[in-house]
């Protein structure tokens, strides 16, 4: 059974552009959550889709937005791009019911420049 | 200004030792948690859950300990290998929907040979 895959691995970008971020869950998942990793805040939460729906958001601003495909596979999208956005970009893919495991991909680092 | 990384907690053990990891938690609702083991340059991975009507949960070397009353977490790893040395973090889920995990700064173990 395929894992969590995320494209690209690696991304550079300039100020002011926009990027866009793949994943693709585990077969059979309904949910993917994506997470903003930096040294500086660690872990946050950035949203999650269930079913092509957003069913939480976590405090970020409107510039980050995602969607969700009909075969589960997500992407999150990033327009005018800032310095403070380079991280390391993570989602998690689960079941979707409540209290399951969260399974998390390699993650693409985005620096921007 | 320049963001300040998080200062991690150190936990140095020497092969073969038990290792413990604690963690305190923010939600006295949050009814699921889940520790993460994360390697350089990889993504989180799952390592173990326990759901809040446990105080207990077993898995291959690992034991999850949790005590509701404070808001604590523990990860008791039996036997630690030099494979054993990454951060690890736990991770809350409480109310609202599966995929709003609250993540805690994380601890580095470092085994010694």
């Known amino acids: 059974k395929a894992g969590v895959t995320q494209t690209p691995r690696y991304l550079i970008k300039t100020r002011g552009q926009q990027v866009t971020l793949s994943c693709s869950p585990i077969?059979?998942?309904?949910?993917v959550s994506w997470y903003q990793q930096t040294p500086g805040q660690g872990l946050q939460f950035l949203f999650e889709?269930?079913?092509?729906?957003?069913?939480n958001k976590g405090n970020f601003p409107g510039r980050f937005s995602g969607r969700q495909f009909s075969n589960s596979r997500s992407e999150m999208n990033v327009s005018t791009l800032e310095l403070g956005d380079s991280a390391l970009y993570l989602c998690?893919?689960?079941?979707?019911?409540?209290?399951?495991?969260?399974?998390f991909g390699q993650g693409t680092r985005l620096t921007v420049v | 200004g320049e963001s300040v990384g998080l200062h991690l907690p150190t936990l140095s053990v020497q092969e073969g030792d038990n290792s413990i990891i604690n963690c305190a938690y923010s939600?006295?609702?949050?009814?699921?948690f889940i520790w993460y083991k994360q390697e350089s340059g990889k993504g989180p991975q799952f390592i173990i859950d326990?759901?809040?009507?446990?105080d207990k949960r077993q898995g291959q070397r690992v034991t999850v300990l949790l005590n509701k009353t404070v808001k604590h977490l523990s990860l008791q790893i039996a036997a630690t290998q030099p494979g054993d040395s990454a951060v690890y973090f736990c991770?809350?889920?409480?109310?609202?929907?599966?995929?709003?995990?609250?993540f805690g700064k994380g601890t580095k173990l470092s085994v010694k040979p």
């Open positions: 077969s059979g998942h309904r949910s």
């Open positions: 998690a893919s689960s079941p979707g019911d409540r209290n399951t495991e969260a399974f």
């Open positions: 889709y269930f079913s092509e729906t957003q069913r």
């Open positions: 991770a809350e889920n409480y109310g609202g929907s599966q995929g709003n995990l609250i």
């Open positions: 326990i759901r809040s009507n446990m």
């Open positions: 939600n006295s609702a949050s009814d699921y």
